[in-house]
């Protein structure tokens, strides 16, 4: 996908145009770093213009209002983007609704969440929804008819995503059920699923048993558990118990790998759809 961006990219620089990402972090959350890195990084491999305004974690929200505000305005940067969590004493909810939502590559603007819920497909999809759908279709998984079960409700993963695959067209048209922290009996309703798809943030929640013969698992979470025998002292797992899901599963994302990397490379989709579509305004 990434070989497939950059023959898009020569298309835009060829009309002057260098797609633009800017990444705003507040704070020093250790996650958040890391993201915003690998974020960084990415766009400098793929040829994107891309700058990390970092504020101080004390840094007010009228700080952060006013630096969104320039991003708004700056011809350069076609999409830019939040780094969550935000420190307490700021209101996500108002930040979020300030980003320009032609800007708004994450998707988490009302317009784009509206957008994409109607199918409109100028709306921004978040990445890592988005990323989801597209391994499913490139990994020859057509949702087309298909019980997908989704594990989470969050507004960044479960609930776009189930917008995504009730879409009426490709990568769409699956049965979607929503399994949340009050879904009773939910291994009963994993148990259906040809596709399943957990978001929850809670370490090898889904066992063997919880998996369908022949289902496709895809794992979103990333937890980190105590592993004493590394020198980091943890290890990352997903929110599926891997080893067990996968001697039932027919397919399976590992974690990490997987959906982080989609999650990644979508960004920089949507970054390109951003500048294309400013160009048509
Ligand atoms: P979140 O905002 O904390 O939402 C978690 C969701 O899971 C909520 O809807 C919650 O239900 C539900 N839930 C929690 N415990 C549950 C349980 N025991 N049974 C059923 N549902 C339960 O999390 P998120 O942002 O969606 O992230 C979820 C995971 O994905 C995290 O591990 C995160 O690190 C990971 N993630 C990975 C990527 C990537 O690119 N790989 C991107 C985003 C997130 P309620 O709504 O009822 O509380």
Not at 34 to 53: P, W
Not at 135 to 162: E, F, K, Y
Not at 181 to 201: K, M, N, P, Y
Request: hydrophobic share 40%; net charge positive; with cysteine.
């Amino acid at each position: 996908m990434r070989a497939e961006l950059a023959s898009e990219l020569e298309r835009l620089k060829a009309r002057g145009v260098t797609p633009g990402l800017a990444v705003v972090l507040v704070g020093d959350n250790p996650a958040s770093q890391v993201y915003v890195r690998m974020k960084g990084r990415a766009c400098g491999e793929a040829g994107l213009h891309h700058e990390t305004i970092r504020l101080p974690k004390q840094a007010t929200e009228a700080e952060l209002l006013a630096v969104i505000d320039r991003l708004n305005g700056d011809p350069r940067i076609h999409g830019m983007l939040v780094q969550l969590p935000l420190p307490q004493h700021i209101d996500e909810h108002r930040v979020l609704l300030r980003v320009d939502p032609g800007k708004d590559v994450d998707g988490f603007h009302p317009s784009n969440v509206g957008k994409v819920s109607i199918g409109d497909p100028t709306g921004f999809r978040p990445a890592t929804p988005y990323g989801v759908q597209q391994l499913l279709l490139r990994s020859g998984v057509d949702p087309t008819g298909q019980h997908a079960v989704i594990v989470g409700r969050s507004n960044i993963v479960g609930r776009p995503m189930a917008a995504l695959l009730l879409q009426n067209g490709p990568g769409g048209n699956a049965t979607v059920t929503v399994c949340h922290s009050r879904t009773r009996s939910i291994g009963a309703i994993t148990c259906q699923a040809d596709i399943l798809i957990v978001a929850i943030g809670k370490p090898q929640f889904v066992t063997g048993d919880m998996v369908k013969p022949g289902a496709v698992v895809i794992d979103v979470g990333v937890n980190r558990v105590d592993d004493p025998s590394l020198k980091s002292g943890y290890r990352l797992v997903g929110d599926v118990h891997f080893e067990q899901a996968r001697r039932v599963a027919a397919a399976i994302t590992p974690v990490p790998g997987g959906v982080g990397p989609m999650t990644i490379t979508m960004l920089l989709y949507n970054t390109v759809q951003a500048a294309r579509q400013w160009g048509d305004r």
